[in-house]
């Protein structure tokens, strides 16, 4: 069994490769940081392989695809992605769009991909990592908040068109709050609340795909968001956002 990890060389994509091969499989592990790809492929050793790969550029994210296809994937996780924090006006209009490219184009084109071969061999898995934030408005860290609603819609509706046409192909978007990772640094933000770590963050994920379950929200606390959502008026749930996401600035 092979598994394609994109993200791989830190935080939950790391996490992720290292629970995969616990679990018996070997993965292929693909970053930017070449030095942060070489540690972990020392510690996974012959279970796993290495390359390096910026998925922020379409070009890449297409080839990454072509060298694979005859690999026999049977599992792609998307997890490459990162954050910014500022009001809209401020932030950096470069750093957002190779966010978008990163959080959203990378993992509409690797899905599509991989999801054309894993239907014509009537098998396999897809994990997008998207995030609790995909099912709210995000005032302060509006772009962000924007892919990741655009990556939690995305894997909705395949996973119903798959449905649909009772397909053994499986997809699912983790959505996570708090991770104990690097990204609030990258982020610029700081945790508002107890985080949860990166070990069971994948242990949750990858049992929840081999369920066939539509969103992975790996936490109560996170779920009881996720339901209040529903419930809340959109004006009144934006103001919450803000105030929320202020404290972590």
Same mark, same amino acid.
């Given at each position: 069994?092979?598994? %394609?990890?994109?993200?791989?060389?830190?935080?939950?994509?790391?996490?992720?490769? $290292?629970?995969?091969?616990?679990?018996?499989?070997?993965?292929?592990?693909?970053?930017?940081?070449?030095?942060?790809?070489?540690?972990?492929?020392?510690?996974?050793?012959?279970?796993?392989?290495?390359? $390096?790969?910026?998925?922020?550029? %379409?070009?890449?994210?297409?080839?990454?695809?072509?060298?694979?296809?005859?690999?026999?994937?049977?599992?792609?996780? =998307?997890?490459?992605?990162?954050?910014?924090?500022?009001?809209?006006?401020?932030?950096?209009?470069?750093?957002?769009?190779?966010?978008?490219?990163?959080? %959203?184009?990378?993992?509409?084109?690797?899905?599509?991909?991989?999801?054309?071969?894993?239907?014509?061999?009537?098998?396999?898995?897809?994990?997008?990592?998207?995030?609790?934030?995909?099912?709210?408005?995000?005032?302060?860290?509006?772009?962000?908040?924007?892919?990741?609603?655009?990556?939690?819609?995305?894997?909705?509706?395949?996973?119903?068109?798959?449905?649909?046409?009772?397909?053994?192909? !499986?997809?699912?978007?983790?959505?996570?709050?708090?991770?104990?990772?690097?990204? =609030?640094?990258?982020?610029?933000?700081?945790?508002?609340?107890?985080?949860?770590?990166?070990?069971?963050?994948?242990?949750?994920?990858?049992?929840?795909?081999?369920?066939?379950?539509?969103?992975?929200?790996?936490?109560?606390?996170? !779920?009881?968001?996720?339901?209040?959502?529903?419930?809340?008026?959109?004006?009144?749930?934006?103001?919450?956002?803000?105030?929320?996401?202020? !404290?972590?600035?």
């Amino acid at each position: 069994m092979l598994a %394609l990890v994109t993200g791989a060389s830190s935080g939950i994509g790391r996490e992720i490769a $290292r629970e995969l091969v616990r679990r018996g499989w070997d993965v292929i592990v693909v970053a930017r940081r070449a030095d942060r790809l070489k540690e972990l492929k020392n510690e996974l050793g012959k279970h796993a392989k290495c390359i $390096r790969c910026d998925v922020s550029h %379409l070009d890449e994210c297409k080839k990454l695809h072509e060298v694979l296809q005859s690999q026999n994937i049977e599992l792609l996780v =998307n997890c490459a992605g990162f954050g910014d924090c500022g009001f809209f006006d401020e932030t950096d209009l470069d750093t957002e769009l190779r966010m978008i490219d990163t959080n %959203l184009i990378a993992v509409h084109v690797l899905t599509k991909l991989f999801l054309q071969d894993f239907i014509a061999a009537n098998k396999g898995y897809i994990l997008n990592v998207a995030s609790i934030a995909g099912f709210f408005p995000g005032p302060m860290m509006a772009t962000y908040y924007a892919t990741k609603n655009y990556v939690c819609s995305l894997t909705a509706a395949i996973h119903e068109e798959l449905q649909q046409r009772r397909s053994n192909v !499986k997809i699912s978007a983790l959505c996570p709050g708090p991770v104990d990772t690097e990204f =609030n640094q990258v982020a610029n933000v700081r945790f508002s609340s107890k985080p949860i770590t990166g070990r069971f963050a994948a242990e949750q994920a990858l049992d929840g795909l081999m369920k066939g379950k539509m969103y992975i929200v790996p936490s109560f606390k996170i !779920k009881s968001l996720k339901f209040v959502r529903r419930l809340v008026p959109d004006g009144l749930m934006t103001q919450f956002c803000f105030k929320f996401q202020k !404290k972590k600035k």
